[in-house]
């Protein structure tokens, strides 16, 4: 997900991205608990693309 995609959503589709992938990234810590997940750098991913949701939506706001 790039961060130029982010910045033309609206706040409500960014409120949704973010819902999305805070339920993704549970359910990859559950995976892990579990040992069903082989490939654990997704879960890298996710919270990286949490962390650029949450900035576009600060900088958002700040405007």
């Known amino acids: 997900m790039k961060v130029s995609e982010l ?3 609206d706040q409500a589709a960014l409120t949704k991205e973010l819902n ?3 339920k993704a990234q549970f359910s990859l810590r559950m995976q892990i608990a579990t040992q069903q997940l082989t490939n ?3 879960l ?3 919270r990286r ?7 576009v939506m600060n900088q958002k706001d700040a405007k």
């Open 7 to 9: 910045q033309g959503k």
């Open 20 to 22: 999305d992938l805070l």
């Open 40 to 42: 654990t750098s997704q």
């Open 44 to 46: 890298k991913k996710v």
């Open 49 to 55: 693309d949490i962390a650029r949701v949450k900035t």
